[in-house]
């Protein structure tokens, strides 16, 4: 199972560094999705957010919805703590606080079965987002919207920060505004959820509770497990933690600069 998953995650990576042809779409995470018997499927996005992401929140929602394959919608979150992002088996928890001098930004993690995603949670720094270095709408966007773009299934489209933007939010860049900018997906991301979501399953997963899958949500490097892909501490990276029969959890990481 481990070696089957890294192979996914190796084929995945060569897949990036050809991602040359546009009309490819080739940033898939994984094959990892969320099981569901009908496209469009709808994800709800819990928000645990305070008023200064709300709207950034909203907007990547909406960032998403023209998707063919999927609808999102923002629904009022359950943790009275922020600093607990702890996914529920179904949803997508979305979650700000002051975490610390942790490093990152940002980061989205999956539970996944197999290829199945069970829960999902993304969390967003504001220890870097109060300054001013990070404190501008465009920064704001573009990791809003890569997080909840990652807990879909989709990769990056390019890590290279300090290259020509390609106008989408899967493109991590220290240049969020461009031109062009990189605040929202582009249509190759629409085109690579169509393909992620091409098949359909026979249950969906809000229905399944994958036994023995942790709902970790830690903030230490620590607690992610092995690096499959990235740097420690640089641009953004890949983490996996297995946690037996079959249940996985892959964190997603926008380090600071
Ligand atoms: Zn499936
Ligand atoms: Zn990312």
Known sequence: MRRRL???LTATAVSTLTFAAPAQASHSWGNYHWARTANPFTLKLDNNVDSSWSNYLNTA???WTPSSVLNTTVVSGSFGSRSSC???TGHVEVCNG???STGWLGIASISTTGNHISSAYVKVNDTYF???QYNTPAYRRLVMCQEVGHTFGLDHQDTNQTNTNLGSCMDYSRNPAGPPSNEHPNSHDFTQLQTIYS???SFNTPTVAPSGASA??????SSWGERVRGTDGRGVATYVREHGRGNYTITRVIWAN
Not at 216 to 221: C, D, M, T
Request: aromatic fraction near 4%; avoid cysteine.
């Open 6 to 8: 890294l192979a996914a």
């Open 61 to 63: 929602s909406s960032d």
């Open 86 to 88: 702890a996914p529920t």
């Open 98 to 100: 002051a975490y610390g």
């Open 130 to 132: 109060s300054q001013a």
């Open 199 to 201: 098949h359909l399953d």
């Open 216 to 221: 970790l949500a830690g903030n230490a490097r």
